[in-house]
Structures are given as structure tokens and as C-alpha cells.
């Protein structure tokens, strides 16, 4: 049968444009990831409809909607588990994974940790404004000490994770932090994380102009540093990496803190999938094994 | 009365009660009989107390049964808990060195085997136990070939010096009992038949493989795990991705994952870990997005008594997950049935998109029954539904295409495309959404787009209950009594409905299989005329009878309940549907005389 293939569009950004326009806060942070993404996806020239834009539930999980590629709208906190599943049966797909801070380090901490030592090929986006936004301005896990909100009016008294140093010592193979209000910088470490083989982890820093008074564009630009501005810096060093991804405060590194490219992918260590994608293989098993499996049993 | 012969193997774990199970139901589904073999154990690697019967003839054995004909305890623990059980033309083999088995009843062959003497057990630490499945064969009246072959092939990897050692221990306990012990009033039988022997649980992952599952994955719980041993042990031969995940959250999260990008995926645990899935059960119905999910139910609640059976988590299946949403669940009926349920939900949930629930227990998870290699044909019908895998649609590639994921039908079925296929791109979401995939919350909650889009997920109920079979009455219609089970049950009430009519009691069964769709006005029709009804299962509050209740208003005319972790044996059956009968009580709860 002859199939007629059509030339490959090329696309633009209007291509990427979601079916409905986000409903985020005027202002907020997340508006700039979304761009950045179109951006990235628009100078990668990759197919919309070989994209899969998964998250989880919060503010910045409604990213899937406001984007038009292939997406899933999940549950709190299990994207990455979701995506997991997604890139084996298909590892064909980009996968992308967006979400915020309290759906990827609280609710979905188990699934962060294991999709990172699992080296699954998918790039995670979280768009990290230390607040619960959704319901209305509570503490996150990325939230100071000291800092007052809803549900710890005096004040946080619990430390906060470290995601970049939790992503080194889970084993993901490419680590990174951008800033909402760094689009250029931004959108090139997207596309590195797209195109890195195997887990990359890019938090952003995506400030929540509507109950985080604290970690604002204004407190964030003068402190963030570009790690591509020190050429002394080598992203291939782990220790150097743990020691970058401590410092906090008056100088706050973003950019590529570490990337290795010599562990297997989850989908390429597995020789089930040497045959190409599962979802394309839908042969049914040999009248010979299914006889030995009968066989084995008698 | 049909023919069985059983035997019991009680001993430590540990000590080796496997290794003799595996032999004798090797040779005896090799000699072409039929076998049903059930291990009580505990919850613990080394020590404590297991015991495995085996029984078996040339007709189907669908359940433990109700007598021991040979016991063979490896300690003086398992003597001292089962000798008391042997009856008339039983036997006990036993290691004269090690075990005082005190008194048994009349006609009770006490047969004590010199263990020391017959082998070096310096040597072969598990001696006594091939002596005394030599000595047991003997007594059975089956030639010592068939055992010198099993053991060959038991041992091969070991080495031929192994082979000849061990086939050695057994010619010595074969022998010895040949010239001292008498043998069975009943020599086993041998048929031109051969079986294969099997768990529920692997014919469930086996079943999965044939419906064309390509994804499972699982978190290790009891009873489940074997079919995530299956899967692993055979996922390179079969084409199947499987995993291990972090958790049972994870794992009906990535095979939602999988099934979303197109393939069928299916996973397996127990109750606990099920508790923790229900919200993805949710999803799975709100995105419509097929995923089968198996429950291998154990005695809870919480962590329960993780060994030992149940029919517990009806309810928990019923409620799985908040709001209402189109599921199916089915228990099957046997350890074949495990096998052949399986892609019969897949071709249900993958037409329906929906979740489907494969609720089985224990008893059948890792019980063991022999089939016929036919009921095990790989070659089954599959039915992937409306499944968009290609671009067949004149729709361009493009932000606003025709496309409608959640299309409003009559069915309420709406084609499904796959991530990657061009002009199809839409968003599937656990928000409440539109046609075309947008959450209605975007748009200020529209409780009309609401209100279509829960009746357009619900049409799809009309639809299952028509494409599943309601039940059947199985025996005399004008029956003394109507015996009401579901699931794995289904042996054990077959064989008192048996028993009660050798003994004058005519009695018919209603056994359930599909929980939901339950057909609940044709089993109302089917007990109209019944003149006494009882509801047997294996649970304390009657899970079931209250679910019929609810559904249908029936109440039965009463209720056999057992909930201290073992199967039913048909005795119990029998003799609590004697008690109901005369009118002494209307729920009855069988004591186990069984102490494992």
C-alpha cells in the first residue's frame, strides 16, 4: 500500500501554540518557561506529534494544555512514573515532564529519586517557586527557613531539600538551573536536556508573584550567576558539581552544573526494546515459545 | 465418590517440603492424573511450619479435599500436628531417627524409615526426604522409572554424580518399603493423559503474555510476586518490558504510561499495595486509558496475615478510587481460568477504555493444578478496540485539528489516538475535560460540558454489561439447595454439591465470575424458584452477600463464612449447609481442624 508522506512542516512558534491560553497570574514565572520550551522545540525542529509534554497536578502543571504537542495531564506528584512508562513502550517520543516544586520533591519525591538512578530519557522540568501556588500559599520543600506562609504562619522551621545536590546523588546524567527571567540562557539549557541521552533534570527558578514574597525577580536577579561565565568550570566533575549546587545566598550559580554521557539510557540497557519500540512490535509471541512455555510446565 | 489419593509434606521451611511436592506432582501428571496442590506456609524463610498437600487422581481435582492418605512429616512438629488426621488405610512415613509419632488411629500404617542406615547423611543432609518419596511410590504402586527420570532432570545442573547419589537414596527407600511396609488398598491409576502443573500465578502471566501484553510491572508482595517472577523469567523469550518499581504508586502509573502510548500493560499485587493504586485506577478512567490490574487477595486488613487467603477486598475493588467512573472485574474461577480470563479483560477494557480488575486470591496464586495443555492455547482472539496507530484521518498536522479525543458518542467510546501518530495531537487529562481534551476549569467549570462528558464515561457501562455473559446455574434446577459462590471457590463448592447428593441433599451452584457487570436481574431470575440459598465465601462480614444485596435487594437464605486464613475444605461445606438445612443457624463459620 503506498502511504503518502507529507514534507516535514517547518515549524514556528505559532505551531507550538496550546489550544487555550495559560491562566497563570500576570507575571508569573511560568509564562517564560513555556515560551522558552516553544523556543527550544522551534530550534530543534522536532514534530509536534512526536512530543509528549507530561506533569503532574499544581500551577505549573498545566503546562500540557498551553503547548501543542501530545500531553497528559496527570496525577499529583506521579509524572515521572507516568513518562517512565510512556518512553518505554515508545522511546521513539520526546519526552518532556513539567511540574513545580511541591509535585516533584514532595508528593512525588519517590519517583524523583528513582527515574534519576534509572537514567530514564526524558527531560523534567520543574518550575520551582518555593510556594504551594494551587492551594493558595503554603510551604513547599524548597521554601527558606523563616519563611511565613499559610500553613507555617510563624514561619518555616523545617530546612529545605537541595534539589540539585539530590539530583547529583540519585546518579541523573544531566543537571542543570535556569531562571524564568534568563529566557536565552534558559531556552539553550532546554535543548541541551532535550537532546542530553538519559535523565535531565532542569530546575527553575520561576518566581510566584502572587504569594512568594520573598524569592521574587527582584531578589533573584542580582544573585544568579551563570556557570558558563567561569571557564574554569568543568560540568564533567561530579565533586566540583555537589560543591557548586551548595552555594546559596548572595551568589546562586545557574546553567549546567553536570552532565556524563556514558551510562546506558533505562531504554537502551534493555535488549527487549533492540527490536525498536514496543508500541510498534505487535506481532504475537511464536507458536514455538508459547509451546515451550507450556512445555515447561509438564 | 470420585477417587483421590493425598498427601501431606509437613515440615520446617527450610527443610525442604518443595523439592518432594515438585517430584510427586512431576510423576503423577506425567502418569496422566489429574492434581491439586496447596501449600499452607507462614510468613517466615527459615523455620515455623509449612505443609503442602498434593492430591491427586485420574478425574479433576479441584481442591485440597478432606483427607490425608499418606502423611510424610520432616520433623517431630509436623507429626505431632497431623498424625491425629490419618484415618483407616492412611500411612505416615517418617525418619525412625529423628521421630517418635506416638499413637495414630486404627488402621493407620505407621511406616518408620532407618534413615541413617538406608543413606550417609553426613553427606545428604535432605536424605530423609528422597527416601521417603521412594518409600512413598513404592506404596502407591508406581514403578521407580518414573522417579529415577524426575530426579535426573531435577539434578542434572548439579552434575551426574548428584543424579546418581540422589537416585541412589531414593532406590533405597523405594526397596526398603517394597519388602517392609504394606502397600495403598489403591494403586495409583495411569492414564494416556499428560498435563502441565501450574500456579495461578503464572497462568495469570501467562495469559498476560498471550492477550500480547508488552509492559508489566510490579512491586514484590505475597501471593502476587510469581507473576512478576514469570514475567521477569520469560520477558526476553515473550517481548515484554518488565520492571521493578519503588512502589505500587509507581507502578499502575507507568503501566498507565505504557497503555496511554499504546501498548497493553498489566500489573499484579495484593491488597495493600492495591490501596495504594487507587487513585491511578482513577486516572485510568478519567483519561480512559486501559490498564488491567490484578489483585491477588490475602488476609487482611493492613499487612494482614500475608500468607494465608482471603476474599477480603471485594469492597475495596467496588470503591477503588473517588467518583463514579466504568470498570470491570472478574475473579476467576480456577487456576486455568487464571489463564484464560486475562485476555478476555484486555479485549474488554482496551474496547471500553477503562481499568479492569482481575480480583484473585491466594488459593489460586500459588495453589497448583494440572490443565490441559490445550487450555493454554497462546492463540487467542484480541480486540484492541477503536485504537488510532496510524494517520489514517485527512487531518493535518496542525494546533486546531478535527480531532476530538473525548468525542461525545452513543457508546460513550471515543477512538483512541497514540502519542506520535501526526494530526491527532491532544492533551488527556485527570481534570475534568472537553471533547477535545481541554480542561473544563480553563473555562470557568461549564456544568453542562460536565454533565455530558460524566453521562458520555457512563454509556459505556450499557456496553459492557451486553458484551459479558450473566452467569449459569450449574446442577438440578429443583435442587434441596442452591449454593452461591465467586471466584476461587468454585472447586470446593463443586465437590459439596457432590457430596451432598451421594448423601440424599441435591444441590446446584451459582458460582460468579464477573463481579461487575453482575447481571444482578438474571441471578435474581436464576434463584426466583430456589428453595434454599446459601451464600459460601471466604470472609468475615460476607462481602459478597452484601454486594448482591445492594445491588438486588436478595437476600439469601443464609451464609457460610470462613476468615482464619485457610481454603475451605469440602467437609466444611457439607457439613454447615446439614446444619443450615435443619434449621440450626443461618450462618455458619467452619472451624479449620487443619493447625498449619
Not at chain 2, 507507568?254 to 485506577?281: D, N, P, Q
Request: aromatic share 8%; charged share 20%; net charge negative.
Amino acid at each position: 500500500m503506498a502511504t503518502v508522506v507529507a514534507a516535514p512542516k517547518h515549524l514556528v512558534m505559532a505551531d507550538l501554540k496550546g489550544k487555550v491560553d495559560p491562566d497563570w497570574c500576570p507575571g508569573c514565572g511560568d509564562f517564560g518557561v513555556l515560551a522558552a520550551v516553544q523556543k527550544a522545540l522551534v530550534e530543534l525542529q522536532i514534530p509536534t506529534h512526536q512530543v509528549v509534554t507530561i506533569s503532574g497536578i499544581g500551577c505549573s502543571s498545566n503546562f500540557p494544555g498551553y503547548i501543542n504537542t501530545y500531553g497528559m495531564h496527570t496525577l499529583h506528584g506521579r509524572a515521572l512514573a507516568v513518562a517512565t512508562g510512556v518512553k518505554l513502550a515508545n522511546h521513539n517520543l520526546t519526552v518532556l515532564v513539567t511540574g513545580g516544586d511541591g509535585d516533584g520533591f514532595g508528593i512525588g519525591g519517590n519517583h524523583f529519586v528513582h527515574t534519576m538512578r534509572r537514567n530514564v530519557d526524558l527531560l523534567y522540568i520543574v518550575m520551582d517557586n518555593q510556594i504551594y501556588g494551587l492551594t493558595t500559599g503554603q510551604t513547599s520543600p524548597t521554601s527558606r527557613v523563616g519563611m511565613k506562609t499559610k500553613s507555617m504562619p510563624f514561619g518555616n522551621i523545617e530546612a529545605p531539600v537541595n534539589p540539585i545536590s539530590m539530583a547529583l546523588a540519585a546518579g541523573a546524567t544531566f543537571i542543570a538551573r535556569g531562571f524564568s527571567g534568563e529566557q536565552k540562557h534558559l531556552t539553550e539549557l532546554i535543548k541541551q536536556g532535550i537532546q542530553h541521552k538519559g535523565f535531565s533534570f532542569l530546575d527553575v527558578f520561576s518566581p510566584c508573584v502572587t504569594y512568594n514574597h520573598d524569592n521574587t525577580y527582584q531578589w533573584f536577579r542580582p544573585r544568579v550567576k551563570k556557570l558558563e561565565d567561569d571557564s574554569a568550570y568543568d560540568p564533567a566533575n561530579w565533586i566540583a558539581a555537589m560543591e557548586k549546587s551548595l552555594l546559596w545566598g548572595e551568589e546562586i550559580p545557574i546553567g549546567k552544573f553536570f552532565e556524563r554521557t556514558d551510562v546506558p539510557t533505562l531504554h537502551g540497557a534493555e535488549p527487549v526494546l533492540n527490536a525498536g519500540p514496543l508500541v510498534h512490535n505487535a506481532a504475537p509471541i511464536p507458536p514455538d515459545v508459547s509451546r515451550a512455555f507450556v512445555e515447561e510446565l509438564m | 465418590m470420585k477417587q483421590t489419593f493425598a498427601i501431606g509434606i509437613g515440615g520446617a521451611a527450610g527443610q525442604g517440603v518443595a523439592t518432594p511436592g515438585d517430584i510427586f506432582a512431576k510423576i503423577f501428571s506425567r502418569r496422566g492424573l489429574h492434581l491439586n496442590a496447596y501449600n499452607a506456609y507462614q510468613s517466615i524463610i527459615r523455620g515455623g511450619h509449612t505443609f503442602l498437600t498434593i492430591r491427586t487422581g485420574p478425574e479433576k481435582v479441584t481442591n485440597m479435599g478432606d483427607q490425608i492418605d499418606l502423611l510424610i512429616p520432616l520433623n517431630q512438629d509436623a507429626v505431632n500436628r497431623h498424625l491425629g488426621l490419618l484415618t483407616d488405610g492412611a500411612a505416615c512415613i517418617y525418619n525412625a531417627d529423628t521421630i517418635k509419632p506416638g499413637a495414630a488411629a486404627d488402621g493407620v500404617q505407621l511406616c518408620p524409615l532407618p534413615v541413617s542406615k538406608l543413606a550417609d547423611i553426613t553427606r545428604n543432609k535432605v536424605a530423609q526426604n528422597t527416601l521417603a518419596v521412594g518409600a512413598g511410590l513404592s506404596m502407591m504402586g508406581i514403578g521407580f522409572q518414573a522417579l529415577e527420570e524426575v530426579l535426573a532432570e531435577q539434578f542434572k545442573k548439579k552434575g551426574e554424580a548428584v543424579v546418581a547419589e540422589n537416585v541412589g537414596i531414593a532406590r533405597a527407600g523405594y526397596d526398603y518399603a517394597t519388602s517392609n511396609f504394606k502397600p495403598f488398598a489403591w494403586p495409583l491409576p495411569m492414564t494416556e493423559n499428560r498435563y502441565a502443573v501450574l500456579s495461578g500465578n503464572t497462568a495469570m502471566a501467562m495469559g498476560g503474555a498471550a492477550a500480547g501484553v508488552k509492559f508489566y510491572c510490579a512491586y514484590p508482595m505475597s501471593p502476587s510476586t510469581g507473576v512478576l517472577h514469570w514475567m521477569a523469567a520469560h520477558a526476553r523469550k515473550a517481548g515484554i518490558m518488565v520492571r521493578q518499581v519503588e512502589d505500587e504508586i509507581g507502578v499502575v502509573n507507568m503501566a498507565i504510561g505504557a497503555a496511554h502510548a499504546g501498548v497493553r500493560a498489566m500489573c499484579a499485587t495484593s491488597g495493600g499495595g492495591f490501596a495504594l493504586m487507587s487513585e491511578g485506577l482513577g486516572m485510568s478512567a478519567m483519561m480512559e486509558t486501559p490498564v488491567v490490574v490484578i489483585d491477588c487477595q490475602r488476609a487482611g486488613p493492613s499487612t494482614g496475615v500475608p500468607t494465608k487467603t482471603e476474599q477480603g477486598d471485594l469492597w475495596q475493588m467496588l470503591g477503588a478510587a473517588f467518583g463514579d467512573y466504568p470498570r470491570v472485574i472478574a475473579a476467576p474461577l480456577d487456576i486455568g481460568d487464571c489463564f484464560k480470563i486475562i485476555p478476555e479483560m484486555f479485549n474488554l477494557v482496551d474496547k471500553f477504555q477503562c481499568p479492569g480488575i482481575v480480583l484473585c486470591d491466594l488459593l489460586l496464586s500459588e495453589g497448583r493444578l494440572s490443565v490441559e495443555a490445550k487450555d493454554l492455547d497462546f492463540n487467542v482472539a484480541i480486540d484492541r478496540g477503536e485504537l488510532i496507530t496510524t494517520n489514517g484521518a485527512p487531518s493535518s498536522e496542525g494546533t486546531n485539528g478535527t480531532y476530538k479525543r473525548y468525542q461525545i458518542t452513543e457508546s460513550g467510546i471515543s477512538p483512541r489516538a497514540i502519542p506520535g501518530v501526526p494530526g491527532h495531537i491532544h492533551t488527556a487529562a485527570t481534570d475534568e475535560h472537553d471533547e477535545d481534551g481541554v480542561l473544563i476549569s480553563d473555562e470557568f467549570t461549564n456544568p453542562i460540558k460536565r454533565r455530558a462528558m460524566m453521562e458520555k464515561r457512563m454509556r459505556k457501562v450499557v456496553g459492557i454489561e451486553a458484551s459479558v455473559p450473566p452467569p449459569e446455574l450449574w446442577g438440578p434446577r429443583d435442587a434441596d439447595v442452591t449454593l452461591i459462590g465467586w471466584g476461587s471457590t468454585k472447586g470446593v463448592i463443586e465437590e459439596a454439591c457432590e457430596i451432598l447428593s451421594e448423601q440424599g441433599i441435591s444441590a446446584n451452584q451459582l458460582q460468579i465470575r464477573w463481579l461487575l457487570p453482575l447481571h444482578g436481574d438474571e441471578i435474581l431470575d436464576m434463584l426466583k424458584d430456589a428453595r434454599h440459598t446459601i451464600i459460601v465465601e471466604n470472609n468475615y462480614s460476607g462481602q459478597f452477600a452484601r454486594y448482591l444485596r445492594s445491588e438486588t435487594s436478595y437476600v439469601p437464605s443464609g451464609c457460610i463464612r470462613k476468615y482464619d486464613g485457610e481454603p475451605f475444605m469440602p467437609h466444611h461445606i457439607v457439613e454447615a449447609v446439614k446444619e443450615q438445612l435443619s434449621g440450626k443457624t443461618k450462618l455458619s463459620v467452619p472451624a479449620h481442624e487443619i493447625m498449619v
